[in-house]
């Protein structure tokens, strides 16, 4: 188990060099990138720091049952890798993550997950079905749809989830894996157990998305719901108003609400799921053993619900390797200490970890 250091002064650092050359030599100096970081920052300033504001325009495709809009920067040949935003983020969770990889050559494709940004349902007849395996499966199409075989995937919040479902599930399709918080895969009958006073008290939310008032409320105040999730979760994360409308953008997407409130009672199991992922479910209530590589991270002031680094050890058979991200690093990782995102991302996919 790995603690990196401060990963808060070097943003800062990073944020007050002048120029993309100046920004990309400090990189390789700190050792977070490879010299190619370096070399490749003779571009202008000005397109790099463009390219971290904004992902530029997002592209759409057809995609099992979703119009799914996702962000893709970097060469087209180079090795893909897929990055996965959680509730309630977007996208711009990996602006950062995203720029720093595509500079190293990396392919890197992200997406809106169903119910966020401009991600739409085919038929106004599918169910807007929030559960894990739906969810899943709808990045597997991604990829069919987009020809890529296979994929470093990287994720936190429902996208570690994610990341963890397809790495278990379709491992052929995972080359390695980055999971914030470690193994997430549920089932509706682990949901079901009651927790300890204290823990139960952390998922509030989840019980307030089981009653209707809660639908509604979260349907009324969406974006003050999701900035109090932000603050809750990233105790220490001075995030700006910019950043957090940025991202609350893709929340006004019209399937957002049903998604997020079917995803919370479908694990209490107060709502069904769909019959086509229910093979699935029951492959993943069993809790399979990941033996993709993988490098999971942990922020130390993540205040969301998380388990514990030990506890999920086990859980990844192949190469493994956990990371410990200190300075006040909250729930958000790769948007709070996106170097430190992009090192393990390089460092899983180039197997250059213990």
């Known amino acids: 188990m790995n603690n990196v250091n401060d990963p808060g002064k070097i943003d800062e650092r990073r944020r007050h060099l002048i120029g993309a050359a100046a920004m990309g030599l400090a990189f390789a100096e700190l050792g977070l990138v490879s010299p190619v970081l370096a070399a490749s920052a003779g571009q202008t300033a000005a397109t790099v720091s463009a390219a971290t504001d904004s992902f530029g325009p997002i592209k759409q495709i057809d995609a099992g049952p979703l119009n799914l ?10 090795a893909p890798v897929i990055l996965l935003h959680g509730w309630p983020y977007d996208i711009h969770t990996y602006a950062d993550v995203a720029h720093l990889l595509a500079a190293e050559g990396f392919r890197v494709i992200v997406p809106h997950l169903r119910g966020y940004g401009t991600t739409r349902f085919l038929s106004s007849q599918t169910v807007r079905n929030g559960e894990q395996a739906a969810i899943a499966a709808d990045i597997v199409a991604l990829m069919d749809a987009l020809g890529i075989k296979q994929a470093t995937i990287g994720g936190c919040d429902w996208g570690a989830r994610t990341a963890n479902i397809i790495a278990a599930l379709w491992p052929e399709r995972c080359k390695a894996m980055v ?7 549920g089932n509706q009958q682990a949901g079901k157990l009651p927790l300890p006073p204290k823990a139960e008290l952390q998922w509030w939310y989840q019980f307030y998305f089981a009653t209707e008032r809660g639908r509604a409320g979260y349907e009324k105040y969406t974006h003050d719901f999701a900035r109090l999730i932000w603050q809750l979760a990233s105790p220490q994360w001075k995030f700006d108003d910019a950043t957090f409308e940025r991202s609350a953008a893709a929340f006004d997407n019209p399937d957002h609400v049903e998604i997020v409130v079917h995803n919370y009672r479908w694990r209490l199991g107060l709502a069904e799921g769909e019959p086509q992922y229910d093979e699935l479910e029951k492959r993943l209530a069993r809790a399979p053993v990941i033996g993709v590589p993988t490098i999971t991270l942990e922020g130390d002031a993540n205040g969301a619900p998380h388990p514990e680094p030990a506890a999920y050890a086990k859980m990844f058979s192949g190469k493994y390797e956990h990371r410990t991200i200190t ?10 200490a ?5 090192k393990a991302v390089i460092d899983v996919s180039r197997a250059s970890f213990r």
């Open 327 to 336: 300075g006040g690093i909250g729930h958000n990782l790769p948007q709070e």
């Open 338 to 342: 996106p170097e430190a995102f992009a």
């Open 69 to 78: 809009g996702y962000a893709e920067v970097g060469p087209s040949d180079g």
């Open 179 to 185: 999971s914030v918080s470690g193994y997430l895969i």
